[in-house]
């Protein structure tokens, strides 16, 4: 596609659901990013994947997110049982491949309210 | 640890030059990105070091002393479209980029 996606672009949700954010990267990008960014802070690493696979979840905040991805193509990030805490924009970003100099291009960001 | 400053928020006026400073301590350096992020908008890309010296493109220039742990970006000729949020990031091994809080600023006519 012509840039990253990412869908929704808002969701709102109460406390201890669970939610499903969808990043659709740039065709041909390798490596995919998943950031988190609260109100008026930098971005928080959250994951990493390279093709299919994720060599660095180390930036997960607990076992309640989980991130997975298909085909080299589409990712979703899972956050279950959803807390307050949770609230903020979920940025995806994708590269042609990791590392080097490559940039990585970010997608419009996911907005999470949980009430 | 991993430590990216950043002002918290500068003011300058249209038309005039602002230079955006960063310091960086972190365990690894590969490389510093200067990203542009408008309010509620996704960060763009604006300029990439990895060697010492100053990288000039257009309005913008970006200078890295990796000795010092420091970074500037440069904007000339301030135009009211610049104000936004401007973010310092360091990839500190092959990948994974340590991100600054971000710099706010604000242009004034």
């Known amino acids: 596609g012509a840039g990253v996606s990412q869908s929704p672009s808002n969701k709102v949700t109460e406390k201890g659901k669970d939610v499903e954010l969808r990043c659709d990267p740039i065709?041909?990008?390798?490596?995919l990013y998943w950031y988190r960014q609260r109100l008026g802070q930098g971005l928080e690493f959250l994951i990493y994947f390279q093709g299919n696979s994720a060599p660095d979840k180390s930036g997960l905040p607990s076992d309640r997110f989980s991130a997975e991805r298909t085909g080299e193509s589409v990712s979703t990030l899972t956050i279950q049982r959803t807390q307050q805490e949770d609230s903020a924009v979920y940025l995806c970003?994708?590269?042609?491949?990791?590392?080097?100099?490559?940039?990585?291009?970010f997608g419009p960001g996911t907005r999470l309210t949980v009430l | 640890g991993q430590n990216i400053d950043q002002p918290t928020e500068m003011t300058a006026t249209e038309g005039a030059i602002v230079q955006i400073n960063c310091t960086y301590q972190t365990s690894g350096f590969n490389g510093l990105f200067w990203y542009q992020q408008h309010a509620g908008e996704a960060p763009t890309f604006l300029s990439y070091n990895v060697l010492d010296g100053l990288e000039e493109k257009g309005r913008f220039s970006s200078f890295l002393s990796r000795s010092k742990g420091y970074s500037y970006l440069l904007l000339k000729e301030l135009q009211m479209k610049d104000s936004a949020s401007y973010l310092c990031?360091?990839?500190?091994?092959?990948?994974?980029?340590?991100w600054g809080a971000g710099t706010k600023l604000i242009i004034k006519p």
């Open positions: 970003a994708s590269s042609l491949r990791a590392g080097d100099t490559d940039t990585q291009y």
């Open positions: 990031a360091v990839r500190d091994g092959d990948y994974q980029l340590i």
């Open positions: 065709s041909g990008h390798t490596a």
